[in-house]
C-alpha cells in the first residue's frame, strides 16, 4: 500500500472507533462524567474538607490529577478491549484481516481510537473538576506527554486483553480485578508518603502510581516519585506491550486459525 | 496464460493434529468462474480462509495473480474480494458505513468510497437500506450486502464460500445474474456452494475436493461427458396404467405416474420420442430427474471414500 492509502486506512479505523464511542455515548462518555462528579463530591468536598492538606494542596485539588488519570486509563483501555473483542467475538474482524492493511496500522488505529476516547474523557473530567477547585498548570508539557503517553499503553493494554479474550467474562477480569485496585491503590487518593515504609516500597512497584505522579506533578508540581522516571517507565511499558501485540497480531492469537 | 490464483501443495494441519489439506494443487486461469465443491468438512473453507488471510497455512504456496502470500500479501490481498460463509459485519453499523468502511481498508478516500458504494449497493438492491442498521436485514439482503462490500475496491478476483445459502429462489436467481455480468465484465470468480444446480449454471471449471484432497480438477463439460446414463421424468398427457415397453430403454413410473427413462450417454433423445410416438405416448413435459452435476459428485465423492477406505457420508 502506498503512504497515501495506509493513511486512509488509519483513519478509517480511527473515524470508525470514534463513530463507534460516540454513537453510544451514554455507555461510554456519560458514566464516568457521573463518576467522577460524585467523586468530586464525597471525596473532595464533603470528606476532603475534614481532611486537611495533602501535599502541599487542599485535599480537593490533591486528587484531581489522580481521578483524571484514572479516568483516562479506564476509558482507554475499555474502549479497545470493548471495541476489537466485539469485533472478534461478532467475526467483523475478518473485514481487516482480508484487507492489505498491515498489523503496525491495525494496532495504531485502535491505540489512537482508544486514546481519543481516554483523552476526551480526560477533558470531560478535567472541565467537570473545575466547578470543584481551582487547577493551575505547572508544567504543561509534562501533563500534556504524561497523559498522551498513559493512554496510549493502556489502550495497547486493551488491545491485548481482547486478542486474549475467548468470551465476554475475560474482557472485564483484568479492569476490575487488576486495574482497578492497582489505580486505587497508585496515589489517587493519597500520598505515599503517609504509608508505613514497607507498603511504600510495595507502591513503587505499581506502574500506575508512576502515571498518576507524574500528572500530578504537570498539574501541581509535587510528585511521590521522580517524574521523568515515570515518563522512562511508560516509554519502556509501550516499547513492550506494542512488541507484544504486533507479535500477537503477526501470529493471528484468537483472530486466525 | 494469467492466473488469478495458483495452489501448490498447500497443506493444513490444525492444533489438533487434524490435517484439513493435504497438499492440494489448484489453479484458476483470470476470467474464470470457477467451483470448488466437496461434501461438508473436505477442506473447501480451509482452502479459500488460506487464500484469504483468515487460515493461517501448514505448507505450500498461494499467489494471486501472480503475487506471492507470503512475499507479497499485501499485493495479493488488494486483488482479492471475499465473500465469506458466514455473516461476518457489525451487527449495530449501518449499510452504507459498513461498505464505505471496508473501502477505506483498501487505502480508498472516503469520496472514492462513497461513490464505490453507492455504485455496488444500488447494483445490489440495497441502497434504499443504506441508513439501515446490518441487523435490521433480511437474510438475502445480508447476503448481497457482504458481496456489495467485497467488490467496493473493485478487486479482478471474487470469492464466495455459499454465496445463496438460505437464499430464496427468486433472490438466488438474480444473484446468479448479477455475478455472471460481473465475470463477464473481467472478474475472475470462485465459488463454493451446496447447490450443484448453481455450479453447473455458473461454472465454467470445476474442482472436487474431499477429505483433503482434490480428486477431480477440469472443465464442466468435461466432467459432464463423463455421465453414461442420464435420467429423464416424463410427464404424458393421460396416465399411464403400465409401464410401456420402449426397446433400448429402461422406464418405470415414478410415485407421481409419470414416465422416468434412462438414456444412456449417446443414446439420444429423437429415439426415445420415435418410441413414444410409436405407443401413441403423448408428452407434455420434460426434465431430468436429478441435477446432473450432482449425480457426479455423489458418485466421484463415494468413490473415493472407497478408495481411501473413509466413511463417506456425502451431504450435498
Known sequence: ?257 | MTYALEIEGLEKRYGDGFQALKGIDLHVREGDFFALLGPNGAGKSTTLGIVSSLVNKSGGTVRVFGNDIDTNLSAAKLNLGVVPQEFNFNQFEKVFDIVTTQAGYYGIPLKQARVSAEKYLKKLGLWDKRDTPSRMLSGGMKRRLMIARALVHEPRLLILDEPTAGVDIELRRSMWQFLEEINRNGTTIILTTHYLEEAEALCRNIAIIDHGEIIRHTSKRELLQQLSVETFVLDTETPLESVPELPGFQCVINGDGALEVDVAKGQGLNALFVELEGKGIKVISMRTKANRLEELFVRMVEDNARVSGATGEVRV
Do not use: C
Open chain 1, 1 to 257: 500500500m502506498t503512504p497515501l492509502a495506509l493513511w486512509t486506512a488509519f483513519q478509517t479505523i480511527v473515524l470508525r472507533e470514534i463513530r463507534r464511542f460516540t454513537r453510544i455515548w451514554p455507555q461510554t462518555l456519560l458514566p464516568p462524567a457521573v463518576t467522577m462528579t460524585l467523586y468530586f463530591i464525597i471525596f473532595g468536598s464533603l470528606i476532603g474538607s475534614r481532611i486537611g492538606d495533602m501535599g502541599g494542596f487542599d485535599y480537593m485539588q490533591f486528587i484531581v490529577p489522580g481521578l483524571i488519570m484514572m479516568a483516562v486509563i479506564t476509558n482507554s483501555y475499555s474502549n479497545v478491549v470493548s471495541s476489537f473483542f466485539s469485533m472478534k467475538f461478532q467475526r467483523s474482524i475478518e473485514e481487516l484481516l482480508v484487507s492489505p492493511v498491515p498489523n503496525w496500522t491495525i494496532l495504531a488505529g485502535y491505540v489512537v481510537g482508544g486514546m481519543a476516547r481516554g483523552l476526551m474523557i480526560g477533558l470531560i473530567v478535567t472541565l467537570l473538576s473545575l466547578a470543584f477547585t481551582r487547577l493551575s498548570i505547572h508544567n504543561l508539557p509534562m501533563v500534556v506527554v504524561t497523559v498522551f503517553l498513559t493512554s496510549a499503553l493502556f489502550s495497547l493494554g486493551g488491545f491485548i486483553n481482547a486478542m486474549l479474550a475467548t468470551k465476554f467474562d475475560d474482557v472485564s477480569i483484568v479492569p476490575t480485578f487488576v486495574l482497578t485496585p492497582l489505580t486505587y491503590l497508585g496515589g489517587v487518593f493519597y500520598s505515599i508518603d503517609l504509608l508505613p515504609d514497607v507498603w511504600q516500597g510495595v507502591s513503587l512497584a505499581n506502574p500506575i502510581l508512576y502515571m498518576v505522579n507524574g500528572f500530578r506533578y504537570g498539574i501541581l508540581g509535587v510528585s511521590d516519585v521522580n517524574p521523568f522516571v515515570s515518563l522512562g517507565m511508560i516509554v519502556i511499558f509501550i516499547v513492550l506491550l506494542t512488541a507484544i501485540a504486533l507479535r500477537m497480531l503477526a501470529r493471528g492469537k484468537g483472530i486466525r486459525h
